[in-house]
């Protein structure tokens, strides 16, 4: 087995750096990262007297889901229930 010696620390080390950012950057172009770009978009929506969640999921929702999945996907974003909804509150629904 050979034994080998660094004999410029400077030069190992920065040759090291090197190597590292090369690697980082073919393993970046091998996988970017396309999370970034499907960030979720919302609609804001004053609530008026009189609307329920399952109005506005069904006026804003996607109209492929199930509804009931609309009105939870609702909740969980803003953090409320059915009796926390409020008239002229502003709560965020996806956009689909």
Avoid: Q
Avoid at 1 to 21: C, D, E, G, P, S
Avoid at 28 to 41: E, I, N, S, W, Y
Avoid at 76 to 87: F, G, K, Q, S, V
């Amino acid at each position: 087995m050979r034994h080998y010696r660094i004999k410029n620390k400077f030069r190992f080390i920065t040759f090291m750096i090197i190597a590292v950012l090369i690697a980082s950057m073919s393993i970046g172009a091998l996988f970017p990262v396309r999370a970034l770009d499907k960030a979720p978009k919302y609609t804001e929506v004053k609530v008026k007297d009189g609307d329920t969640l399952w109005s506005l999921a069904k006026a804003y929702g996607d109209p492929s889901r199930d509804i009931r999945e609309s009105i939870y996907e609702i909740c969980r974003i803003n953090d409320i229930t059915a009796e926390t909804l409020y008239a002229g509150a502003v709560i965020r629904i996806p956009k689909y």
